[in-house]
Nanobody
C-alpha cells in the first residue's frame, strides 16, 4: 500500500543544479527514516543523503557541501537539492524510506529518477 514516487531528474550540464522530490503515500503510520540513494551503471546502490531515525542528517563524502536534503512533513515529501553537479553524479536516484505501516516496519523503495550530468 505504501508508495514512493520520485521526480525532478533530467539532463544538466556540469556545474548545474537539480532538485529531486520524493512523495510518500499510502497507509503510513510513521516514517522512521528517509533518504536518497543512487546507482550508476556497473556499480552498487549507495547512500547519498538521509535523515536518520534520530532526526540527524547523513551525507556521503562525495556530496558533502554540494547536496542538501530537506523535508516537508505536512506534504510527506523529502527533497534533494543538488548543486555543482559533476559527471560522476550521473546515476538513477532512488528514494528509500523506513516506514511503519499497519503493524509492520519495512524499507520501501521508489522507482527512481534518472540524473544525467554532461561533461
Amino acid at each position: 500500500q505504501v508508495q514512493l514516487v520520485e521526480s525532478g531528474g533530467g539532463l544538466v550540464q556540469a556545474g548545474g543544479s537539480l532538485m529531486l522530490s520524493c512523495a510518500a503515500s499510502g497507509n503510513i503510520f510513521s516514517t522512521v527514516a528517509m533518504g536518497w540513494y543512487r546507482q550508476a551503471p556497473g556499480k552498487q546502490r549507495e547512500l547519498v543523503a538521509a535523515f536518520t531515525s534520530g532526526g540527524s542528517t547523513n551525507y556521503a563524502d562525495s556530496v558533502k557541501g554540494r547536496f542538501t536534503i530537506s523535508r516537508d512533513n505536512a506534504k510527506n515529501t523529502v527533497y534533494l537539492h543538488m548543486n555543482s553537479l559533476k559527471p560522476e553524479d550521473t546515476a538513477v536516484y532512488y528514494c528509500g524510506a523506513d516506514i511503519i505501516a499497519t503493524m509492520t516496519f519495512n524499507r520501501y523503495w521508489g522507482q527512481g529518477t534518472r540524473v544525467t550530468v554532461s561533461s
